[in-house]
């Protein structure tokens, strides 16, 4: 047995505690044991039923990390290199096939990689993966935009600045219209612009989200898809091809009521992380500032007599 397992076993140290270093000093005829929490220790897996998975970028040179976390607790389960398929495998690698089975949900963005992973690891995954209300609603936001911007291009050629500075009004629900926000949203939604048919577009879709059964949204679903297919706006009709190849895991989101909003609140909490520190170099240091900050360690040292450093 090692010297660091001999300590640890003599003096009660457990995880997520660990003895790093053992010192012999024989004049002051005493041994000097240094005690750290280890990066990450893993928590009980088996509880875990709803896993939320989300990329967070590391620098900006298009460097990102996955970050697997538990929806129910907050805490963060895994953090790998990359947003590959092989960055989210190393997670379910490390479960049992008894844990593995007790998954309910996978909440992620429409990820391939992702996906992949989920599918070849995760008993039954095609019903238990749910693409996020949050990717979704902001792909149909990046489409109404894109109809704005090309429409206000065309408008100003003509000299028409109607649309100039107005893509908030468009992207902002109503409801939470500013002052300036709701005259001039009011104004313009009946002019027959096209930017006002793909809003109109959006905000079927955002109602979509309230149905409790899968019939009922799978129906509401496809009818949606076919409007936005044939309104002559090739930016939601493409997001329309991208919704109906990913409809199931929609489905999925609305019938198990699940969002990924666990997961983008930690991410948040990883960019307040590496602002803080303005930035890591390492990555080994950046996985273990979101192990320590997010990870629910248990952190309280265990009672054990003797000397420590």
Not at 6 to 16: E, K, M
Not at 172 to 186: D, K, L, Y
Request: proline share 3%; net charge positive; aromatic share 8%.
């Amino acid at each position: 047995m090692r010297d660091h397992e001999l300590y640890a076993a003599i003096l009660g140290v457990q995880l997520p505690w660990q003895v790093t270093s053992v010192a012999l000093d024989p004049k002051a005829e005493e041994v000097r044991v240094v005690i750290e929490a280890v990066q990450f220790a893993r928590r009980k897996l088996a509880a875990v039923r709803h896993v939320g998975v989300d990329e967070t970028s590391f620098q900006r040179r298009h460097e990102y990390v996955t970050i697997v976390s538990d929806q129910e607790s907050g805490g963060v389960l895994h953090v790998a290199d990359g947003r590959s398929q092989e960055s989210l495998d190393g997670f379910w690698k490390e479960l049992t096939p008894e844990q593995l089975a007790e998954i309910e949900s996978v909440a992620m963005d429409m990820c391939a990689a992702y996906v992949r992973s989920a599918r070849e690891h995760v008993p039954g995954a095609d019903s238990k993966i749910a693409f996020d209300r949050f990717h979704v609603a902001r792909a149909i936001n990046e489409a109404v935009n894109e109809v704005r911007k090309r429409e206000h291009r065309e408008l100003s050629a003509e000299g028409d600045t109607t649309l100039a500075r107005t893509k908030y009004v468009w992207l902002t629900n109503p409801e939470n219209h500013s002052q300036r926000q709701g005259p001039i949203f009011e104004l313009l939604k009946d002019v027959g612009l096209k930017v006002a048919r793909a809003w109109a577009i959006k905000e079927t879709a955002r109602g979509l989200w309230s149905y409790a059964t899968r019939g009922w949204a799978l129906r509401a679903w496809k009818k949606w898809i076919s409007w936005a297919a044939r309104c002559r706006l090739e930016p939601m009709a493409r997001v329309a091809r991208m919704v109906k190849g990913h409809l199931w895991g929609i489905l999925n989101a609305i019938v198990l009521r699940v969002t990924n909003a666990g997961a983008e609140s930690v991410n948040a909490k990883v960019q307040w992380i590496k602002d803080t520190a303005c930035g890591f170099r390492n990555r080994e240091r950046f996985r273990n500032a979101i192990y320590f900050h997010c990870g629910k360690l248990d952190l309280a040292l265990p009672r054990f007599s003797g000397h420590r450093g």
